[in-house]
């Protein structure tokens, strides 16, 4: 399985950016999906978290109202909408993809995010 994200660059505080997770997988809806970040010097946090039926699970209190996830299992796709940034957002943004009923867990490689004037 392989994970590609795509979307992160340069925004300024206030923008919005949405992040894209392409995934080589046939059976994509049967994976739940999330967004996890790490910012430089601090521990990786997981966004947010969208289950097979496209029911968001988790969203983080630090992104409540403007972060949202989505999916589309037509596409293998899931995405995630990043409105009024904060330069605090500023991370690396990784996709994972995890089926927990057979222990299979798979990450993409990252794409970054800066949030700065």
């Known amino acids: 399985v392989q994970l590609v994200e795509s979307g992160g660059g340069l925004v300024q505080p206030g923008g919005s950016l949405r992040l894209s997770c392409a995934a080589s997988v046939f059976t994509f809806s049967s994976y739940v999906m999330r967004w996890y970040r790490r910012a430089p010097g601090k521990e990786r946090e997981l966004v947010a978290t969208?289950?097979?039926?496209?029911?968001?699970?988790y969203q983080a209190d630090s992104v409540k109202g403007r972060f949202t996830i989505s999916r589309d299992n037509a596409k293998n796709t899931v995405y995630l909408q990043m409105n009024s940034l904060k330069p605090e957002d500023t991370a690396v943004y990784y996709c994972?993809?995890?089926?927990?009923?057979?222990?299979?867990?798979?990450w993409g490689q990252g794409t970054q995010v800066t949030v700065s004037s």
């Open positions: 994972n993809a995890w089926r927990p009923s057979m222990s299979l867990d798979y």
């Open positions: 969208i289950g097979t039926a496209s029911d968001i699970s």
